[in-house]
């Protein structure tokens, strides 16, 4: 495997954020690791058919086969989404509802990933 890309939808159905899934090499039945950016612009004449355009770091991801996750928000840079030292700026509600999508996202990607199902205490 090398590393591929996937989106994953805001709210709105949109693509929201650019999800960098890495090649976890011999340890891919126990680890997920991503890196992800929260998109920030798109081309397209219409919804459904948009396609992104500028996307900036949002977040580092590993989630491990006992659901333990580690989650590193922002860059080296500064980002309007997440800076540095893990600060994250939420415009209302609708960024927490998408924070929260890509959570579960990110921990059901992690599970189909290592092709194994979490702890039955563990399911989202």
Same mark, same amino acid.
């Given at each position: 495997m090398t590393d591929r890309v996937e989106y994953v939808n805001d709210i709105h159905g949109q693509p929201g954020f650019r999800v960098t899934i890495k090649d976890p090499g011999e340890y891919r039945d126990v680890v997920f690791t991503a890196t992800i $950016? &929260? &998109? /920030?612009? #798109? /081309?397209?004449?219409?919804?459904g058919a948009l396609d992104v355009a500028e996307h900036e770091p949002y977040l580092t991801c590993t989630i491990k #086969? $006992?659901?333990?996750?580690?989650?590193? +928000?922002?860059?080296?840079? $500064?980002?309007?989404?997440a800076g540095r030292d893990g600060y994250l700026h939420f415009c209302g509600v609708e960024d +927490?509802?998408?924070?929260? =999508? =890509?959570?579960?996202?990110?921990?059901? *990607?992690? +599970? /189909?990933? *290592?092709?194994?199902?979490?702890? $039955?205490?563990?399911?989202w």
């Amino acid at each position: 495997m090398t590393d591929r890309v996937e989106y994953v939808n805001d709210i709105h159905g949109q693509p929201g954020f650019r999800v960098t899934i890495k090649d976890p090499g011999e340890y891919r039945d126990v680890v997920f690791t991503a890196t992800i $950016d &929260v &998109v /920030t612009a #798109w /081309t397209g004449a219409s919804p459904g058919a948009l396609d992104v355009a500028e996307h900036e770091p949002y977040l580092t991801c590993t989630i491990k #086969w $006992d659901s333990c996750a580690h989650l590193n +928000f922002g860059s080296s840079g $500064d980002s309007p989404a997440a800076g540095r030292d893990g600060y994250l700026h939420f415009c209302g509600v609708e960024d +927490f509802k998408n924070h929260a =999508l =890509l959570l579960e996202a990110l921990y059901r *990607m992690a +599970f /189909t990933e *290592m092709g194994r199902e979490p702890e $039955d205490r563990e399911r989202w």
